[in-house]
Structures are given as C-alpha cells and as structure tokens.
Nanobody
Framework: EVQLVESGGGLVQPGGSLRLACAAS????????IAWFRQIPGKEREGVSC????????YYAESVKGRFTIFGDNAKKTVYLQMNNLKPEDTAVYYC??????????????????WGQGTQVTVSS
C-alpha cells in the first residue's frame, strides 16, 4: 500500500521559513514523480513544485520560484520542500502527491495517483 505522510507545517511570520517533509512508503521511491500542491478553501489545488524520478528534474510555480526548493533523500524515501521568505499568500494546506507513470504536466493534480493527508501552513504576523 502506497502511503504519503506530510509533516512540518505550522505558523510562521512573513519572511520566515518552513521545511515540509513527505515520507513515502509502499513503492520504489526513485521511479516516481513527487509533487507538492497547496489549496485554500474554495479554490482548486495549485501545483507548487515537483521532483521527477531519478533524473532530478524540478518544476516550480512562478509564484514560488526563487523562494522554495524541492529536494529528495532516497535513503529516507522523503521529499522536502524548503520554503523561504514566506508570504501571507502562501497560507494554505499543503499536500504531497506521487505518480508512478511520470507526469506530462507537473502542475496538473489529476495526473497524480497518490496523495497525503495535508499539512497546514499559515503565514501571519
């Protein structure tokens, strides 16, 4: 059974940093595309960042480029999202997602097979 478990969310002041973690189990980690999405009430999930299988290709939404970094630890089967210079508009529930077939559009939530339960990130003074 594939499982994705997020951690690391919380409350942070504008300009601060958080590191989210997505611990994966039940599949061959390096064969997957792992992504982070975020969602606020009443809106669709937004693709934030994606790390594609063994070649290490990455995707970032324009709104987070230069502030967020995605990276993986194959030994720990964990993908991290380092979020720096956080802004109030980054406030959302952040979800980890995985796909076994590869993705053509990393920002398309419908291409992903597996999802974590989400972790809340709140950026506020």
């Amino acid at each position: 059974e594939v499982q994705l478990v997020e951690s690391g969310g919380g409350l942070v002041q504008p300009g601060g940093s958080l590191r989210l973690a997505c611990a994966a189990s039940g599949f061959t980690f390096h064969d997957y595309a792992i992504a982070w999405f975020r969602q606020i009430p009443g809106k669709e999930r937004e693709g934030v960042s994606c790390l594609s299988d063994g070649n290490g290709r990455t995707y970032y939404a324009e709104s987070v480029k230069g502030r967020f970094t995605i990276f993986g630890d194959n030994a720990k089967k964990t993908v991290y999202l380092q979020m720096n210079n956080l802004k109030p508009e980054d406030t959302a529930v952040y979800y980890c997602a995985a796909d076994a077939q590869g993705v053509e559009d990393p920002a398309n939530q419908y291409e992903y097979d597996y999802w974590g339960q989400g972790t809340q990130v709140t950026v506020s003074s």
